[in-house]
T-cell receptor, first 111, second 110 residues
Framework: DSGVTQTPKHLITATGQRVTLRCSPRSGDLSVYWYQQSLDQGLQFLIQYYNGEERAKGNILERFSAQQFPDLHSELNLSSLELGDSALYFC??????????FGSGTRLTVV | EDQVTQSPEALRLQEGESSSLNCSYTVSGLRGLFWYRQDPGKGPEFLFTLYSAGEEKEKERLKATLTKKESFLHITAPKPEDSATYLCAVRGWGTDKLIFGTGTRLQVFP
C-alpha cells in the first residue's frame, strides 16, 4: 500500500456520461497530481493542486475538471465521455522535492 | 519543451544477463530525474531520484547514474521478478510536475 488511495479501481460507463474519480493523498502531502496513462501515450500530466489551489495544468481537456478539498482529498471529474477517454487515471502526491507516490489507479472503460 | 526519450522500448534478458536502460532528456534546468517501476495494471513504484551529473544510486540489483544529457538504469544479474516497465521522468525549473518517457518494458526469462 503506497498510502495514496484511489477509488474506484474500475469504472465502465457509456459515451456521453460523466464520472468522478477520487484520490486521497498520503498523510501530510499537500500536493496532488493527476495523470492519464493510455496504451499509446504513456503517462500524461493533467493537473496539479497544492493545498486546495490549482498550481499547474497540463494538456487537460475542457471536459475534464478537478478540485482539492479542505481535507486534501481530490476529485477528477470527466464529462461527455468519449471512447478515447478510456485509460488508466493515476493520482500522485508529494511533499517537498522527493518521492512522488502514486496510487494504484482507476481503470476507466468507456463503451 | 521538456522531453524524455527512453530506449530500448522493450528488452528481453536471460536470468543473470546484465544490461542497461537509457533515458535521454532535455529540460530547462534539471530539478530531479526520477526512475519508477510499473507492473501491469498497477501504479508506478518509486525507485530513485538523481539531482546532479555524476550522482549514482543503488538498490539491490539496480543502479541509476546521471549525466548532463542522460541517465542509465543498470540491472545486474536480473531475476524474473525484475520483469516490469521502467519509467524515467524529469522535473524542470519552475514546476513540480513530472514529464515521463514512454518506458522500457523489461522481460527476464529463467
Amino acid at each position: 500500500d503506497s498510502g495514496v488511495t484511489q477509488t474506484p479501481k474500475h469504472l465502465i460507463t457509456a459515451t456521453g456520461q460523466r464520472v468522478t474519480l477520487r484520490c486521497s493523498p498520503r498523510s501530510g502531502d499537500l500536493s496532488v497530481y493527476w495523470y492519464q496513462q493510455s496504451l499509446d501515450q504513456g503517462l500524461q500530466f493533467l493537473i496539479q493542486y497544492y493545498n486546495g489551489e490549482e498550481r499547474a495544468k497540463g494538456n487537460i481537456l475542457e471536459r475534464f475538471s478537478a478540485q482539492q478539498f479542505p481535507d486534501l482529498h481530490s476529485e477528477l471529474n470527466l464529462s461527455s465521455l468519449e471512447l478515447g477517454d478510456s485509460a488508466l487515471y493515476f493520482c500522485a502526491s508529494s511533499v517537498g522535492r522527493d518521492g512522488y507516490t502514486f496510487g494504484s489507479g482507476t481503470r476507466l472503460t468507456v463503451v | 519543451e521538456d522531453q524524455v526519450t527512453q530506449s530500448p522500448e522493450a528488452l528481453r534478458l536471460q536470468e543473470g544477463e546484465s544490461s542497461s536502460l537509457n533515458c535521454s532528456y532535455t529540460v530547462s534546468g534539471l530539478r530531479g530525474l526520477f526512475w519508477y517501476r510499473q507492473d501491469p495494471g498497477k501504479g508506478p513504484e518509486f525507485l530513485f531520484t538523481l539531482y546532479s551529473a555524476g550522482e549514482e544510486k543503488e538498490k539491490e540489483r539496480l543502479k541509476a547514474t546521471l549525466t548532463k544529457k542522460e541517465s542509465f538504469l543498470h540491472i545486474t544479474a536480473p531475476k524474473p521478478e525484475d520483469s516490469a516497465t521502467y519509467l524515467c521522468a524529469v522535473r524542470g525549473w519552475g514546476t513540480d510536475k513530472l514529464i515521463f518517457g514512454t518506458g522500457t518494458r523489461l522481460q527476464v526469462f529463467p
